[in-house]
T-cell receptor, first 112, second 114 residues
């Protein structure tokens, strides 16, 4: 059973466009939602994270939109750059520990 | 310089054998973890340790045994290896065992079981 789902599986955008990556979850006790990105042959690294007390978190070109009622969130990458090409993982955890549940990932490719 | 060192980087093993994956972190963190990533499954939580004590174990099989000899070490012993164990095993750490702390990942050990 996949507790965290991501779509699309892969996404291609042109440089300068906005990429939108979607994530949904099932467990209503999840209260921390980080996004990690992973470049080829590299380890995952934290990109941005949100707690449900907010419905939006912004960091430069990266913004998380959160909808607690629908159990959905999305990552918007504005002015996409070729250097943003990576696999993006949505994850979730509860307040009781550090077990992160990861989605399957979205492979983003940004073309010049 | 890498702050989380995993050894070896690549590992090939035969079915039924036993291997130990090494992890050392030099970030001064108190919590350490093992995650597994394979072609079939997303990043999957395996174990968490805090101050050398097991906090959470999501690995059904007893063939996987974490070993913590020092606060900054968390090795993973895998016995009776199976081809399905083939994956990249990531060690990670965080300052404490709190849900909203950033995880720092090592570069992984890619295990291939023949």
């Amino acid at each position: 059973q996949q507790q965290v789902r991501q779509s699309p599986q892969s996404l291609t955008v042109w440089e300068g466009e906005t990429a939108i990556l979607n994530c949904s979850y099932e467990d209503s006790t999840f209260d921390y939602f980080p996004w990690y990105w992973q470049f080829p042959r590299e380890s995952p690294a934290l990109l941005i994270a949100i707690r449900p007390v907010s419905n939006k978190k912004e960091d430069g070109r990266f913004t998380i939109f959160f909808n607690k009622r629908e159990k959905k969130l999305s990552l918007h990458i504005t002015d996409s750059q070729p250097g943003d090409s990576a696999t993006y993982f949505c994850a979730a955890s509860t307040s009781s520990g550090q077990k992160l549940v990861f989605g399957q990932g979205t492979i983003l490719k940004v073309y010049l | 310089d890498p702050k989380i060192i995993q050894k070896p980087k690549y590992l090939v093993a035969v079915t039924g054998s036993e291997k130990i994956l090494i992890c050392e972190q030099y970030l001064g963190h108190n919590a350490m973890y093992w995650y597994r990533q394979s072609a079939k499954k997303p990043l999957e939580f395996m174990f968490s340790y805090s101050y050398q004590k097991l906090m959470d174990n999501q690995t059904a099989s007893s063939r996987f045994q974490p070993q913590s000899s020092k606060k900054n070490h968390l090795d993973l012993q895998i016995t009776a290896l199976k081809p399905d164990d083939s994956a990249t095993y990531f060690c990670a750490s965080s300052p404490g065992h709190i849900s909203n702390e950033r995880l720092f990942f090592g570069h992984g050990t890619k295990l291939s079981v023949l």
